[in-house]
């Protein structure tokens, strides 16, 4: 499955919509900026979405706290072939630079090896991660 069927599966409207809602808790930015948002597709194995989205809910999103990745939303598919397999979400990351610096802040983390470690006793949730890096275009609502 490629990026384009994932985007139409969700909706893509309905993925940058959330970017400018007031409740993303973003300041309008001004003139040009390195910020970069990530596009992040998890491809769960059979069975494994729930306990996938409660190790983001009760784990993974504080951790990216920690290490100055901010996230933007998350979301599960309703259409298939996505629903109950696929996972998508969008952090907001400072710069390209700093992305790549808090993602292996991340990996590095104590508290995220124990995380993973535990929640994949029964077998791994996940089958692959897609990862794009974006930036807003020039009529984009500044999120």
Do not use: C
């Not at 893509?12 to 992040?40: C, H, N, W």
Request: hydrophobic fraction near 40%; aromatic fraction near 10%; charged fraction near 25%.
């Amino acid at each position: 499955m490629n990026r384009r069927e994932v985007l139409q599966g969700v909706g893509a409207a309905m993925i940058f919509s959330t970017m400018s809602s007031p409740a993303s808790g973003f300041e309008a930015q001004s003139g040009k900026s390195d910020v970069v948002y990530e596009l992040r597709i998890y491809h769960a194995n059979e069975g494994k979405l729930d306990a996938l989205v409660a190790r983001f809910r009760d784990h993974t999103d504080a951790i990216f706290k920690r290490h100055g990745m901010q996230s933007v939303a998350y979301w599960t598919p309703t259409d298939e072939p996505l629903k109950g397999r696929t996972l998508i979400y969008i952090l907001r990351h400072p710069s390209r630079a700093e992305a790549t610096a808090n993602w292996k802040a991340f990996h590095d983390d104590p508290e995220w090896v124990k995380v993973s470690t535990a929640s994949e006793v029964n077998g791994k949730l996940v089958e692959k991660v897609d990862s794009t890096y974006m930036t807003l275009t020039d009529f984009s609502p500044k999120v």
